[in-house]
């Protein structure tokens, strides 16, 4: 008996141990906030979607179609992301992973330094030459980059700010998986010069050393 109990001490004590290590991460919000309430009746869109009777379920829960049709990359930065998340298969409710298709322009098509506050991102380069990188965090705020060719693979870590520039003569494609049902982005320019609201251009002219004229005519382009 007193071995039985050592043994169910020992396996009590370790699984405390994997738990301790297991469990060194927040746990992911599946999206930009969640405002608690009190009243349960009025709360909606918690933890990403309600479920479908897995009875009912059928292929086209789980299917997309279009990823071999390239996006339109004639705008400002040259890029256009084709998004295949959760808002275009239900069946990704709940498993923490979506993909892209990414598009660029030749030479300096662009997807401009953004975030994604939900997910880690893995790229492949299937067509063109890529100059990419991402931005540790403060205080070092190190950059690190490649330039990737067809078959190279990136990853981007969750929450860093990242980009990717077309340095080659044509067109540029890569596909993406990202470790959210709704990874989410925030394009830096766009967050903070195109605000809605602006933010007040005080704090911009403090905050990125500018002049105000510069920082009046930066919020008019985004
Ligand atoms: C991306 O491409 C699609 C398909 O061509 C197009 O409808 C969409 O407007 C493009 N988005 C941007 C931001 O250019
Ligand atoms: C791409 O978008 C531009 C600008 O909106 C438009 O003029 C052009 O016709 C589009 N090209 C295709 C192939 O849809």
Do not use: W
């Not at 705008?75 to 498993?95: A, D, F, H, M, Q």
């Not at 190190?142 to 080659?168: A, E």
């Amino acid at each position: 008996m007193k071995g039985i109990h050592s043994i169910l001490l020992a396996c009590f004590l370790a699984s405390a141990f994997t738990c301790f290590f297991a469990s060194a991460f927040d746990p992911s919000p599946l999206q930009d906030f969640c405002v608690a309430i009190d009243d349960p009746n009025n709360g909606v869109f918690v933890n990403g979607k309600f479920c479908k009777d897995p009875k009912l379920a059928v292929a086209e829960d789980f299917f997309f179609s279009g990823l071999n049709k390239p996006g339109n990359t004639s705008n400002r930065v040259g890029s256009n992301v084709t998004t295949v998340n959760v808002e275009k298969i239900p069946g990704l409710n709940t498993l923490g992973i979506s993909l892209v298709r990414i598009d660029y322009a030749p030479y300096g098509g662009q997807n401009p330094p953004h975030t994604h506050p939900r997910g880690t991102e893995i790229l492949v380069v299937v067509q063109g030459t890529l100059y990419v990188g991402f931005v540790t965090s403060n205080p070092e705020n190190r950059l690190i980059t490649k330039i990737l060719n067809p078959g190279d693979v990136f990853v981007f870590p969750i929450g860093l700010i990242h980009f990717q520039y077309n340095v080659g003569n044509t067109a540029a494609v890569a596909f993406a998986g990202l470790s959210s049902q709704n990874a989410g982005v925030i394009t830096i320019a766009n967050a903070v010069f195109g605000s809605n609201p602006p933010i007040n251009s005080d704090v911009l002219t403090k905050a990125f050393q500018l002049d105000k004229n510069l920082v009046t005519y930066l919020q008019s382009v985004f």
